[in-house]
């Protein structure tokens, strides 16, 4: 059964910093890459950042990059996304996701991924 269980999410201000962490069960993270994205009010989900299975290479989205940083726990089979220097433009619901064929790598592409955690909520504000 699989499963990813978000946490860390919370109230911040503006420059603060958050570590969101995403518990996966019933796979190990060499087998599926795990890509973070986030929804804001009344705006499409989009991709953040994800680390390959294969070889834990990382990519992110231009508006996150230098300030985010994805990393993966293989005892603890969990991926955490450290976010600094946060904005109220990174206001958002955040979700992982695995995605749905063994040993592809990473996009943003939100058919590409077949689970997905409950999610976590990022505010960002005064």
């Known amino acids: 059964q699989v499963q990813l269980v978000e946490s860390g999410g919370g109230l911040v201000q503006p420059g603060g910093s958050l570590r969101l962490s995403c518990a996966a069960s019933?796979?190990?993270?060499?087998?599926?890459?795990i890509g973070w994205f986030r929804q804001a009010p009344g705006k499409e989900r989009e991709g953040v950042s994800c680390i390959r299975s294969s070889d834990g290479s990382t990519y992110y989205a231009d508006s996150v990059k230098g300030r985010f940083t994805i990393s993966r726990d293989y005892a603890k089979n969990t991926v955490y996304l450290q976010m600094n220097s946060l904005k109220p433009e990174d206001t958002a619901v955040y979700y992982c996701?695995?995605?749905?064929?063994?040993?592809?790598?990473?996009?943003?592409?939100?058919?590409?991924?077949?689970?997905w955690g409950q999610g976590t909520q990022v505010t960002v504000s005064s």
């Open positions: 019933g796979f190990t993270l060499d087998d599926y890459s």
């Open positions: 996701a695995k995605r749905r064929l063994r040993g592809r790598g990473c996009l943003f592409v939100l058919y590409e991924y077949n689970n």
